[in-house]
C-alpha cells in the first residue's frame, strides 16, 4: 500500500507564493499518476493538478494554469505543487492523491494541508 503525507500549507497574502509537498511512502513502485485536489469550504473536493510518476506530463485545471506548477522527484518519492500568484479563490483544503493504475480513479489520499489566502 502506498502512504502520503502533504505539507507547506499555511496563511499567505494574495499574489504571494506557498510550495506544498507531498511525500510517498510504501509501494509506491506501483504508482502511475499523483494528483492534487482541493476543497473549499461548503463545497466538493475538485481537481488541481496531475503528473504521471514515469515520464512526467501533466495537466491542470483551467483556472491554476500558469499559476501553478506540479512537479515530482522520483527519488525522493515527493511530488510538489508550487503555487504563484495565489488569489482569495485557491483557499481550501489541498489533498495529495495516488492513482496505482491507469484504469481506477485515486486510490490514496493524504490528510489534506489547509491553505489561505487573504486579501
Known amino acids: 500500500q502506498v502512504q502520503l503525507v502533504e505539507s507547506g500549507g499555511g496563511l499567505v497574502q494574495a499574489g504571494g507564493s506557498l510550495r506544498l509537498s507531498c511525500a510517498a511512502s510504501g509501494r509506491t513502485f506501483t504508482t502511475y499518476s499523483m494528483g492534487w485536489f482541493r476543497q473549499a469550504p461548503g463545497k466538493e473536493r475538485k481537481f488541481v493538478a496531475a503528473i504521471r510518476w514515469s515520464g512526467g506530463s501533466t495537466s491542470y485545471v483551467d483556472s491554476v494554469k500558469g499559476r501553478f506548477t506540479i512537479s515530482r522527484d522520483n527519488a525522493e518519492n515527493t511530488v510538489y505543487l508550487q503555487m504563484n500568484s495565489l488569489k482569495p479563490e485557491d483557499t481550501a483544503v489541498y489533498y495529495c492523491?495516488?492513482?496505482?493504475?491507469?484504469?481506477?480513479?485515486?486510490?490514496?489520499w493524504g490528510q489534506g494541508t489547509q491553505v489561505t489566502v487573504s486579501s
Open positions: 492523491a495516488a492513482q496505482l493504475r491507469p484504469s481506477s480513479g485515486y486510490d490514496v
